[in-house]
């Protein structure tokens, strides 16, 4: 089972980017699926996730700013991001829960200058 995420670059302060995260198999094989960020000497972080039932949750820094949501069609999680400001600066990695197993994504980095 494989991950692919894209999506990610480079966008002044304010903008917004749309990541995508597209597993190998269906979305629905996976009981949780949703991001994580690292930025450069800081520990890894929760940004969304999403369950089956389409419940979700947000880091506390999100704030309304970033959405998580898929696309059955596509077989796709996308990650919303507006409002973008410096401190998103990070590597964003998407993941799924698998069976008893978290799989992750190769990350994607998005830049924010200010």
């Known amino acids: 089972v494989q991950l692919q995420a894209s999506g990610g670059g480079t966008v002044q302060a304010g903008g917004s980017l749309r990541l995508s995260c597209t597993p190998s198999?269906?979305?629905?094989?996976?009981?949780?699926r949703g991001w994580y960020r690292q930025a450069p000497g800081k520990q890894r972080e929760l940004v969304a996730t999403?369950?089956?039932?389409?419940?979700?949750n947000y880091g506390d820094f999100v704030r309304g700013r970033f959405a998580i949501f898929g696309d059955n069609v596509k077989n796709t999680m996308y990650l919303e991001m507006t409002k973008l400001t410096p401190e998103d600066t990070a590597v964003y990695y998407c993941f799924a829960d698998y069976m008893d197993v978290t799989i992750w994504g190769q990350g994607t980095q998005v830049t924010v200058s200010s």
């Open positions: 198999r269906s979305i629905f094989s996976f009981s949780l």
């Open positions: 999403i369950n089956n039932g389409g419940w979700t």
